[in-house]
């Protein structure tokens, strides 16, 4: 049960799964997208590192990961879709490069996973 305001509220276990997910998925692009990385210095590969610490949960090298689990890759190469419940790959998300019909050189724009991010 979930109190807010007084009013208890129930709580199925997947949705809870689902919140500590959107958190973490929250936490990485808030707090962990300040960091930069570098080759000197790994920033980011500690701040996913101490998130996956921090959560506890297991992890499994997939393009599509339950909310129970993290991905064993690098956070950010993930986006947590809340429609399915589960982690998705940025690369899922790149549709295949059409070129414009005008064939303007400034008018090109193909997709990949870090301009979809």
Do not use: H
Not at 21 to 27: D, G, M, P, R, S
Not at 41 to 62: P, Y
Not at 73 to 95: E, I, K, M
């Amino acid at each position: 049960m979930l109190a807010v305001l007084g009013v208890s509220i129930p709580i199925c276990l997947q949705c809870l799964q689902v919140m500590d997910a959107l958190f973490i998925f929250c936490c990485v692009w808030s707090i962990g997208a300040l960091l930069v990385q570098r080759p000197e210095a790994k920033d980011r590969d500690r701040f996913d590192a101490f998130l996956k610490q921090l959560a506890a949960l297991g992890t499994i090298d997939s393009n599509r990961v339950s909310a129970s689990q993290l991905p064993s890759r690098s956070l950010y190469d993930y986006c947590f879709d809340v429609a399915d419940g589960c982690w998705r790959s940025w690369s899922g998300y790149v549709t295949s490069y059409v070129p414009p019909p005008s064939g303007q050189f400034s008018k090109i724009l193909v997709c990949t996973a870090d301009t979809i991010r």
